[in-house]
């Protein structure tokens, strides 16, 4: 196969599925502009009087000194203004070195299977296009195979790499640009092929709801043992606490917070969790959100102290907490999120048992193993008619069965290696995809289509569970993080909710 006019071969490699083809695209090259990056010159008049009577030596040495003095003067008087001037003027910094790009020919980057899918790599050096670059590139269905392998010689900065997926999921993009003294570049851009088309890989157990009905009673039978000591915040507009609460296992640990002065019965409820890690609960997430008026309680996540020192946190994340993600993971009775879901459901004790809960709403809300918790929470308790859960993880663990990505923490390996068939049986139990099915509430989430922490394939095959009302915000050139306009989405939907609920409770 020949690619463009160049006629540079391609090596194609395992691509039963994904079929490519290249071609150059040309560039229009910008013109560079030339400007003085320190703005305009700054000229110093010196006039030094003679001095009658003085000998050569002298007079040198009076001139030397005379023109410091005034040069000194005049630098402290204008230094401002010139650099002021070289902010205004100078042009912004470009990175060092090149900057090396991947992205679909559609903003959206939705397609349907089979359609071809156009990948644009550029490399430019400041606003210069870099040209006679070689750059190799992989496409993947969503990091794993099939694969194909190519490289291509840049033309004006770009070229551009097509193909297609047979299936819906992801079709991925990821180039390499090896430069000079060991410099090397790498970009992902990531297209969704019929995403509401992707299924589980595997059915709910049939057992699911039984077995975390068992669970449920257990935690039933320890008495909350609520403690609550106050906790001194900045704004005295929130009354802050840590609370503390028994569960099975480890204890709920969080801090509470509300709005000063709120009558009884009068507040939505929020129960904020955390990402992947170890740390203490956030006392500004739970009063920024009482700021907003509302009831919160930002949890930790494994039932710690709170407020301890940083060493304390990572000393445990070194130790006894090193292998959490993945511990017990050979039996649903030993995965250590057991506890960790549990006390979800006592949390949700803990705050609808404040009597400023308006007794209607109370949302769950967070990113990553946060955002995993708050699918989870919506289908273990009906008590929650709201979540949103950002880039969420623990989705569609047992994707690997059908030749699928698998979400973190990769409690099995990814293709091509064999499933371990108790992990399979274990962690179903545990997956947010089969928690979504349970789900009553409506909720969204995000996604990010170059995610490799949690693959949109997985993002997409919960949020195709959930049987409600929902709403999920692509995000197609967001790695595994929270961009500020998926942020901002969850928040204001989140606070929709809430005066959505207040409005009807108030209509006769």
Request: net charge positive; charged share 15%.
């Amino acid at each position: 196969m020949h690619i463009g006019s160049g006629g540079q071969a391609l090596r194609r490699l395992n691509a039963s599925r994904i079929r490519t083809d290249l071609r150059f695209q040309r560039a229009p090259i910008s013109a560079a502009t030339a400007e003085n990056p320190f703005g305009p010159g700054i000229e110093f008049r010196r006039r030094i009087p003679s001095q009658l009577g003085m000998t050569f030596t002298r007079l040198r040495t009076l001139i030397f000194l005379r023109a410091s003095c005034l040069f000194a003067l005049a630098a402290v008087c204008v230094a401002p203004a010139a650099t002021a001037g070289a902010a205004a003027k100078r042009p912004a910094r470009s990175p060092a070195g090149p900057v090396l790009s991947v992205t679909a020919d559609r903003a959206e980057a939705i397609y349907a299977v089979g359609e071809r899918v156009a990948f644009t790599i550029r490399l430019g050096l400041g606003p210069q296009p870099v040209n006679d670059a070689e750059v190799a590139w992989t496409l993947s269905k969503d990091g794993v195979p099939p694969t194909t392998h190519g490289t291509v010689r840049l033309t004006n900065g770009c070229a551009t790499v097509t193909g297609t997926l047979d299936e819906p999921g992801f079709l991925q993009c990821r180039a390499l640009f090896h430069g000079t003294n060991r410099l090397t570049r790498t970009a992902v851009a990531g297209a969704a092929i019929d995403p509401l088309q992707i299924k589980p890989s595997l059915p709910v157990p049939a057992d699911f709801d039984e077995f975390w009905s068992a669970q449920k009673t257990k935690l039933a039978g320890v008495p909350v043992n609520a403690r609550l000591t106050a906790a001194r915040w900045r704004d005295t507009n929130a009354v802050c606490f840590d609370l503390q609460a028994d569960a099975a296992g480890a204890p709920v640990s969080g801090y509470l917070a509300r709005p000063a002065g709120a009558m009884p019965k009068s507040l939505p409820a929020i129960l904020t969790v955390h990402g992947a890690g170890v740390r203490s609960a956030n006392l500004s997430t739970a009063a920024a959100w009482a700021g907003r008026g509302m009831l919160a309680l930002d949890l930790n996540a494994h039932g710690l102290p709170n407020g301890m020192s940083e060493s304390y946190y990572t000393n445990l994340a070194a130790t006894t907490l090193k292998d959490y993600r993945t511990r017990g993971r050979e039996s649903r009775d030993t995965v250590y999120f057991r506890g960790m879901f549990l006390r979800l459901v006592r949390a949700i004790d803990c705050l609808t048992a404040q009597p400023e809960w308006d007794g209607r709403t109370l949302v769950v809300h967070g990113s990553s193993q946060g955002g995993a918790q708050s699918i989870v929470a919506a289908g273990l308790d009906p008590r929650v008619t709201f979540f949103a859960a950002g880039v969420p993880a623990m989705c569609d663990h047992t994707g690997v069965v059908a030749g699928r990505v698998n979400g973190w923490p990769r409690f099995l390996a990814n293709p091509p290696a064999p499933p371990d068939t108790n992990v399979v049986l274990a962690v179903r139990y545990y997956d947010a995809m089969n928690f979504a099915t349970r789900a009553r509430c409506p909720g969204m989430l995000t996604v990010g289509f170059i995610d490799t922490t949690c693959p949109p394939t997985s993002v997409y095959a919960a949020y195709n569970a959930l049987p409600g009302t929902k709403y999920i915000f692509n995000d197609p050139p967001s790695t595994h993080t929270v961009s500020a306009r998926a942020g901002d989405a969850m928040r204001r939907a989140i606070l929709a909710h809430a005066e959505a609920s207040r409005q009807a409770a108030s209509r006769p």
